[in-house]
């Protein structure tokens, strides 16, 4: 049995990264890590070319991911909420697997589970939901092909803004937007995975959540 992850972060070893890994790992199971940055996956073009031979008509690494989901007997997605809504990278990945589901519905029955990194605070008064949103928008995939999603790993991120050197200066810093009128990068700091006790629970029970079902179904 092999477990992929995929991450739609371009950062170098994101907090994302390490909790899809963190998830992989939990699992006990062989695994396969790959980050979409990496690669070229261009959106669908909703051309429904992929309808008889269950392959997308577009020449990028679209058609390796597409093989390797359909190899797969477990999928991990990783993503974040820039403008509050899932990655680009991600949503084009989830978009390119549209050539699995005519006819066999060859993700039908695979347990799957989401990661999402957002900067949004959760329940913040005027601001959207933001992982809320993306964690959404990996589950909707997996149920509308009919897999078995297992839960999200949520984990609070970085707005770019602390690390662009302008921080606590520009004025449309997003800092004070998320965090309040006197936030500043020092008061706020960089967030890391590890030191989140919730999420870390999390991608384990997942991980093992995986594990069980994978068991049950052999």
Aim: proline share 5%; with cysteine; charged share 20%.
């Amino acid at each position: 049995m092999k477990i992929l992850g995929i991450s739609g972060s371009p950062i170098a070893d994101s907090n994302t990264d390490r909790a899809v890994k963190a998830v992989l790992s939990a699992s006990g199971i062989d695994h396969e890590f790959h980050k979409l940055s990496e690669y070229t996956v261009s959106p669908c073009n909703a051309c429904l070319g992929c309808v008889k031979t269950n392959r997308c008509v577009i020449k990028d690494d679209g058609n390796f991911f597409v093989e390797l989901v359909k190899e797969a007997d477990a999928l991990v997605i990783g993503g974040f909420t820039p403008y509050s809504t899932l990655d680009s990278r991600t949503k084009a990945f989830l978009e390119r697997m549209y050539p699995l589901r005519h006819n066999h519905g060859f993700l039908k029955g695979k347990p799957g589970a989401s990661v999402i990194s957002s900067c949004v605070p959760e329940n913040a008064e005027g601001l959207p939901p933001a992982g809320m949103l993306g964690a959404n928008a990996v589950q909707f995939f997996m149920m509308e092909e009919g897999m078995n999603y297992l839960g999200n790993v949520g984990i609070k991120g970085n707005v770019p803004c602390l690390t662009c050197g302008n921080g606590n200066s520009c004025s449309m810093t997003g800092i004070t937007m998320l965090y309040g009128p006197g936030a500043t990068t020092a008061s706020v700091g960089l967030r890391a995975f590890e030191k989140q006790p919730e999420a870390v629970t999390s991608a384990q029970e997942i991980g093992l959540g995986i594990k069980a079902a994978l068991k049950k179904q052999s």
